[in-house]
């Protein structure tokens, strides 16, 4: 499979369009016969290939006269099925909705991206509904983890399709959301780089919900400069050129209390080493209790998560529906739990929450949390498929440090930072106190900088 057009950043992609050394037309294709010759139809529910190549002749045309809507004009990117776009159904990767009414309106952040000339190339498979850390689907099937050897593994969810089609050089960009874990969980196991924003930093209308109070918009790509460049255009902005000197150093902090715990051997040792490189490179490091996350975790196991709750409300004529047999029993099953969770439960979570997240901003100012994305690699799908009490053991597992930063309100940056012995990758997680996005995604991309050497 030809991935040179395709496995390469979209800043330098952008460069090239503006050069003229590489036209929209020839990019937009070059990402279709990547999407054809790498032949896992679980990847994508939808692709927009005639509405895409027109698009990236306007594009053309509009360069050729020296008028491109933004840097970025022409550049494709995948959308997770979740997010409205004109003419093509949301199907929040469920049977129930396989046959939707398509909207007439997109939502914001995917309007924003067209204003700018971004290409939509197809929305992607996920988890039904988005509610699971491991990424598999009944429905639309399973897309492999491009890092897969012998044996297929999970790519991790919910935003499975987005995480591969950007791992497996298919497009340089996708959407994700993030509710519990599910753009930085694929992200680490896919072995790219992914953003978790914070609730409030897009705009979320037009986006299927979850869980209103937890869900967040997220992104894949190959590198922070890409990132940086992406979060400005979703958020209706004009994108300036990212700065050639690094900011100030900050503080790491690697949290103590819950993150490390039962951590894979392959995962801790490449923690440690990211850690050496990240001391080299001349920041402090500071390993210390953060009792906030045992805080947050005691709360779980009191009242459950919010995510339940607010899941089952949102598909509560669903549940009780003869359609409810067409879901994905797993997920089906985790939203029946919800009938165990009172209305207490809820306003107490919601309360905790509020003190937590301002003592999360007064104990960490601007320094950083540092600690693995994800406590194991990516497991087998076959395993997953097999058991299902194996199943929601892993995927527990799985979103235990990343749900942490969604209860607290907090932004999060997975860094790609090694290899498990079998190849699975391995990420490392970056986050801030609330609304320190636009800090978080600068300093990122200075410690990428200092990782890859």
């Keep these: 499979m030809n991935t040179e057009l395709t496995s390469v950043s979209a800043t330098t992609l952008a460069a090239r369009l503006a050069s003229g050394t590489l036209t929209s037309q020839a990019l937009v294709e070059a990402c279709f016969a990547a999407i054809k010759a790498h032949g896992d139809d679980a990847i994508f529910i939808t692709l927009t290939k005639d509405t895409a190549l027109q698009a990236a002749k306007d594009s053309y045309a509009r360069r050729k006269a020296g008028q491109p809507l933004s840097i970025w004009d022409g550049i494709p990117v995948a959308w997770k099925d979740l997010v409205d776009i004109p003419d ?44 699971s850390g491991l990424g598999l689907n009944p429905h639309f099937g399973t897309p492999v983890n491009p890092h897969s050897t012998n044996t297929p593994l999970a790519p991790g969810g919910s935003s499975a399709g987005s995480a591969v089609a950007v791992s497996a050089s ?28 914070s609730l409030s930093h897009y ?88 009792p906030i996350f045992t805080e947050v975790t005691d709360l779980f196991a009191k009242h459950g998560t919010l995510t339940v709750a607010e899941a089952a409300t949102v598909h509560k004529d669903l549940l009780t529906s003869t359609d409810a047999a ?21 306003i107490q979570l919601q309360w905790e929450r509020a003190r937590l997240e301002t003592a999360v901003t007064d104990t960490l100012g601007h320094d950083i949390l540092v600690f693995p994305s994800v406590a194991i690699t990516a497991p087998e799908i076959a395993e997953l498929d097999a058991d299902t009490d194996h199943f929601a053991r892993t995927n527990l597992m799985a979103l235990r440090n990343t749900m942490l930063g969604n209860y607290l309100g907090m932004p999060g940056v997975s860094i790609p930072a090694g290899h498990a012995q079998n190849g699975a990758p391995i990420g490392v997680l970056f986050s801030m106190a609330t609304s320190l996005d636009v800090d978080l995604l600068q300093h990122c991309r200075a410690i990428e900088a200092a990782l890859r050497g």
Excluded: W
């Design 88 to 131: 093509t159904p949301t199907t929040a990767a469920s049977a129930v909705y396989e046959h939707a009414s398509a909207p007439a309106k997109g939502a914001v952040i995917y309007d924003n991206c067209t204003k700018a000339g971004l290409i939509c190339i197809g929305k992607t498979n996920l988890s039904e509904f988005a509610y």
């Design 203 to 290: 705009d979320k209308t037009g986006i299927f919900p979850l869980s209103a109070s937890l869900d967040s918009v997220g992104s894949f790509a190959h590198c922070l400069e890409d990132l940086i460049t992406f979060d400005a255009i979703l958020r209706g902005k004009t994108p300036q050129p990212t700065p050639e000197t690094s900011p100030t150093k900050p503080n790491l902090i690697v949290p103590t209390d819950v993150v490390l715990k039962d951590l894979d051997a392959d995962v801790a040792a490449c923690f440690e080493a990211t850690l050496e490189k990240l001391a080299k490179a001349g920041y402090t490091i500071t390993h210390r209790a953060f």
């Design 170 to 197: 298919l497009v340089p960009l996708a959407i994700g959301t993030d509710t519990a874990g599910s753009v930085r969980v694929p992200a680490s196991f896919c072995g790219i780089t992914g953003f978790k924003s």
């Design 326 to 346: 067409k879901m994905d029993q797993r997920v089906f099953e985790r939203m029946k739990t919800a009938t165990q969770f009172s209305a207490q439960d809820y």
